[in-house]
């Protein structure tokens, strides 16, 4: 029997991070993936900078768009447009052909992949950790990275808990060249009727991708909202390529990320940026932590990176978004200010942080006004 010093669960960018980098190492590496790139999953596929600096060694990023601009609207009212001088500020990717990169890199640093291969039960024996799969089989290896979503039996396993989830619905509408026209290069982003919603449409040559997330309980008005800012942006009649939704699940702090030998990254750890739901580069970045980890076979070291390397910024981002859900009109107001705005680019660039980003003085004195203001009724949809 096979006993792999690595088997990671799930070939999303969390999963084909942490093998790339322990296969890179050295380390025998299997990775388990229940379907078969290229595959199509429900995501933005808004690259920031902060993600583009992670696989710049490893992939050529099939960009379908790179956005300098962006407008911004509030319920579809106040729109204003800036745009960066510096670059683009969001990079369009597909997440069947992005995955699929990170995959092709993966096995080129000597992982093994296995496909259609679905993981049932997560079981700790003394030397390593075996995996029960569907088909009755079973997988053993030293260490397990899982990858495999917040719902994922790895998460499951090590106990993962989540102080916020939100519900993403989306559509990929094919457009016309008239049409690609007019959103190359600017993406739209609309703060929404429920507290702490958005909506989004980022162009990627002859698709937009649309879509608005919410916490999750108000799934009908969330599917309202949607409806909605199709309508309003004209798009109503078009048939989508595909009509999707998804459960984002941000992690408590102090939360576990690891069970043993069994270390959860991405998704299933609960990592991503609160105010604005970015998951790809904490799924980058996560896996990288867990891989090196697993190379320099420490595991503890891997909690304590994830705690000083991400949490910070998911830490501000919370309060971000607690500021958000109370006061989005002046928030929105803010962002057209010029530091409000240099603070965004900062963001989109992946210079800083949104912990270093909100410890500067102009930046804490707006959020320390915004945050004593007395909460105003917000409009909503029935």
């Known amino acids: 029997m096979t006993v792999w010093d690595l088997a990671v669960v799930g070939a ?3 999963g084909l991070s942490a093998a790339y980098v322990a296969a890179r190492a050295g380390v025998d590496t299997v990775v388990l993936e229940r379907a078969v790139h290229p595959r199509y999953k429900t995501c933005g596929g808004g690259l920031i900078g902060t993600s583009l600096a992670v696989v710049a060694d490893r992939i050529e990023v099939p960009a379908h768009d790179r956005a300098d601009r962006v407008t911004f609207t509030w319920s579809g009212r106040r ?3 800036r745009r960066s001088t510096g670059g683009p500020l969001v990079t369009m990717v597909r997440r069947d052909e992005f995955d699929d ?5 993966a096995v080129a640093a000597g992982a093994t992949l296995r496909q259609r291969v679905a993981v049932r039960s997560v079981e700790p024996e003394p030397d390593g950790v075996r995996l029960r799969l569907v088909d009755g089989t079973t997988v053993t290896a030293r260490s397990v990275i899982g990858a495999d979503g ?3 039996v790895t998460a499951r396993h090590v106990g993962v808990r989540h102080r916020q989830v939100d519900l993403g619905l989306e559509l990929e509408l094919p457009v016309p060249p008239a049409l690609q026209a007019r959103w190359r290069g600017r993406v739209l982003v609309d703060w ?3 507290p ?3 909506a989004w449409v980022f162009p990627k040559n002859d698709l937009l991708t649309v879509g608005v997330i919410a916490a999750r309980g108000a799934g009908e008005r969330t599917r309202a909202y949607l409806r909605s800012f199709v309508d309003r942006l004209g798009l109503a009649d078009v048939e989508p390529v595909h009509d999707s939704g998804h459960l984002t699940r941000c992690r408590q702090e102090g939360s576990p990320l ?3 030998r069994v270390l959860v990254a991405g998704d299933a750890a609960g990592l991503l940026e609160p105010w604005s739901r970015e998951g790809i580069s904490y799924a980058l970045r996560s896996g990288e932590l867990a891989g090196a980890a697993v190379a320099a076979d420490d595991l503890g070291q891997y909690e304590p990176a994830v705690v000083a390397e991400l949490v910070p910024s998911m830490r501000a981002g919370q309060r ?3 500021i958000f859900s109370r006061r989005p009109g002046v928030f929105h107001g803010l962002l057209a200010t010029p530091p409000g705005w240099r603070t965004f680019v900062a963001f989109c660039e992946g210079r800083a942080g949104f912990d270093e980003l909100l410890s500067r003085v102009p930046v804490r004195v707006a959020l320390a006004l915004l945050d004593g203001l007395p909460c105003r009724r917000r409009s909503s949809l029935p």
Do not use: D, M, V
């Open 150 to 152: 917040s719902s994922g």
């Open 79 to 81: 729109a204003f447009t």
């Open 320 to 322: 971000l978004l607690h």
């Open 101 to 105: 990169r990170l995959r092709a890199a």
């Open 12 to 14: 999303g960018p969390a």
């Open 192 to 194: 929404g009727p429920l």
């Open 258 to 260: 690891r069970r043993g």
């Open 196 to 198: 702490g919603s958005y």
